[in-house]
C-alpha cells in the first residue's frame, strides 16, 4: 500500500473522530467570521509562484469548499475577511489583479448551483463607494441574485476596517442629533449595531484566522467583543475540513460566563 493511499486512509478516519466530537459536542456556533490570510505565503512557498496570483486564485476557491462545509454541519452566516482598506496599500499591479478577482469572485458566486441550491445570501461590507466600478457592479449583480434569499448568509467583506466602520457609524448618528431625529440620551449600544456596515447580522460566535498569524487586524472590531477567537497555522488555501472541526471542536469546550 502506497504512503499516499495510507495517509488519505489516516486523514479520513480522524475527521470521522471529529465529525462526532463536534456532534456530540454541544451548542454549534451560529456565525462564523474567518479572517482568510496567507495566499501570497501559499504562493510562494507551496506552488512557487513569487507574485502570489496563483495563491490567490487557490484562496477564491477555497471560499465556496468552506461555505459548504458549513451549510452541511449547520452553520448559517459565515463572514470572510477579503480585502481590507490598508490592502490598498499593496503594488498597483497586486490590487488591480486583486480588485478584478472580486469582480469575478461575486459574479461567480451568484450563479453558483451550491449557492442558488442551499439558499445562499452572497452580500458585500465595507466602505463601497471607494472600490472600482466592476466590482461595484459584481456586488449589485450578486445581490439581485441572492438578495432574496434568508436561509445562509455569506458575507464578504471588502474595502472594510473596523475602525473605519465605527467612526462612519458614530458619523451617521451625530448627522441624526444635529437633525433633530434623536437625542444623545437615545444612543446606546444597539443603536451603534444598527448603523454598522452588518447591521442585521448576529455577532459572531466563533472568529477564526488561518496562517498563524495571532491578530485581529481591524477586523469586526464592535462584533466580536465576545466571540471565541481560533488561530490555525494552516494557510488559507490549505484550509482543510479537519481545520474547521477542530476549530468548532475547541469552541465547544470553552466555557463562557459572560462575567457571571
Avoid at 495566499?39 to 459548504?68: C, M, P, S
Avoid at 442629533?177 to 460566535?205: A, C, F, K, Q
Wanted: charged share 30%; glycine share 6%.
Amino acid at each position: 500500500m502506497s504512503p499516499g493511499v495510507v495517509e488519505k486512509k489516516v486523514y479520513s478516519a480522524y475527521e470521522r473522530k471529529l465529525m462526532k466530537e463536534v456532534a456530540k459536542g454541544g451548542k454549534m456556533p451560529k456565525h462564523i467570521a474567518i479572517i482568510m490570510d496567507g495566499n501570497r505565503r501559499y504562493a510562494t512557498e507551496i506552488l512557487g509562484d513569487t507574485e502570489g496570483q496563483e495563491g490567490h486564485l487557490a484562496g477564491k476557491a477555497k471560499l465556496l469548499e468552506v461555505a459548504e462545509w458549513c451549510i452541511n454541519i449547520g452553520i448559517p452566516y459565515i463572514t470572510v475577511y477579503a480585502f481590507s482598506t490598508e490592502n490598498f496599500n499593496r503594488t498597483d499591479k497586486e490590487v488591480e489583479f486583486l480588485m478584478d478577482l472580486a469582480a469575478e469572485s461575486f459574479r461567480e458566486m451568484a450563479d453558483n448551483e451550491l449557492v442558488q441550491k442551499n439558499k445562499i445570501r452572497i452580500q458585500a461590507l465595507g466602505n463601497l463607494e471607494i472600490l472600482p466600478d466592476n466590482v461595484r457592479e459584481a456586488i449589485e449583480y450578486a445581490r439581485e441574485r441572492t438578495g432574496q434569499f434568508t436561509e445562509h448568509v455569506m458575507s464578504v467583506c471588502i474595502a472594510y476596517g473596523g475602525r473605519q466602520e465605527i467612526v462612519e457609524a458614530t458619523r451617521r448618528i451625530a448627522c441624526r442629533v444635529r437633525d433633530g431625529e434623536i437625542s444623545p440620551e437615545d444612543i446606546n449600544e444597539e443603536m451603534v449595531t444598527d448603523h454598522l456596515y452588518s447591521s442585521g447580522l448576529p455577532d459572531p460566535d466563533l472568529v477564526l484566522r488561518t496562517s498563524g498569524e495571532v491578530r485581529i487586524s481591524n477586523f469586526l472590531l464592535w462584533q466580536l467583543a465576545y466571540s471565541e477567537l481560533y488561530f490555525s497555522d494552516v494557510y488559507w488555501p490549505g484550509f482543510r475540513y479537519i481545520d474547521l472541526l477542530r476549530a468548532i471542536r475547541t469552541y465547544q469546550q470553552r466555557v463562557r460566563r459572560y462575567g457571571a
